[in-house]
């Protein structure tokens, strides 16, 4: 199994740019979702995915569309790129939305946007 | 909604000395817990976790973690720490989804 595999790894944007983050799972999990990480903040939940066709907000969703057509992929959408979206994008998934279930990380991508 | 606290941003411990990174969540119910290693450039990959089986967990790489209910804490131990070590340390609550702490960057010194 690849595992969690997010593409590209490294971006860089000029603002108002759109652009979307790639993220796919080849382990049937039902339950993705994306983090960004930023200093001393930890990672902040974006949106998640509880099976496909479903999404849901997370703790920071402003500025970022989500969708889910199939299980395996969970694109991550900018709509307008803002220097304030300079963070390392984490994908993340598990077996289920059940809350006993780890995730697994993808490698990360680190966007920067002037 | 859930919430998690890690106290130290940095922590620095000789090699051998004890580790101990504290993590404190706020939830009316027992929740789902969870410590992550993130390694320079990497993701993050999963220590251990609790969900309720036991309160005293043991994860990879000689760490554990024990659950006090009473202290709303979860905090991350290990006896003699090495040099590989050295990484951040994320705590992490369940509920709809995860919700992390700030984070405690481990250092150990030779």
């Known amino acids: 199994n690849a595992g969690v595999t997010q593409t590209p790894k490294f971006q860089v944007l000029k603002t108002g740019q759109s652009m979307t983050l790639q993220c796919a799972q080849d382990?049937?999990?039902?339950?993705m979702s994306w983090y960004r990480q930023d200093p001393g903040m930890g990672l902040r939940l974006i949106h998640y995915s509880v099976g496909a066709g479903i999404t849901d907000q997370g703790e920071v969703p402003n500025g970022y569309n989500v969708s889910r057509s199939t299980t395996e992929d969970f694109p991550l959408r900018l709509l307008s790129a803002a220097p304030s979206q300079t963070s390392v994008y984490f994908c993340a998934s598990s077996k289920l939305a059940g809350a006993s279930n780890e995730q697994f990380f993808g490698p990360g991508t680190r966007l920067t946007v002037l | 909604a859930q919430s998690v606290t890690q106290l130290g941003s940095h922590v620095s411990v000789s090699e051998g000395a004890l580790v101990l990174l504290r993590c404190n969540y706020s939830s009316s119910v027992p929740p789902y817990l969870f410590w992550y290693v993130q390694y320079p450039n990497q993701g993050l990959q999963l220590l251990l976790k609790y969900t309720s089986a036991a309160t005293l967990v043991k994860g990879i790489n000689g760490f554990e973690a024990e659950f006090k209910k009473s202290e709303t804490s979860f905090h991350l131990t290990k006896p003699s720490a090495h040099m590989s070590d050295a990484a951040e340390y994320f705590c992490a609550v369940s509920d709809q989804g995860f919700y992390f702490g700030s984070g405690t960057k481990l250092n150990v010194k030779p």
């Open positions: 382990m049937n999990h039902e339950y």
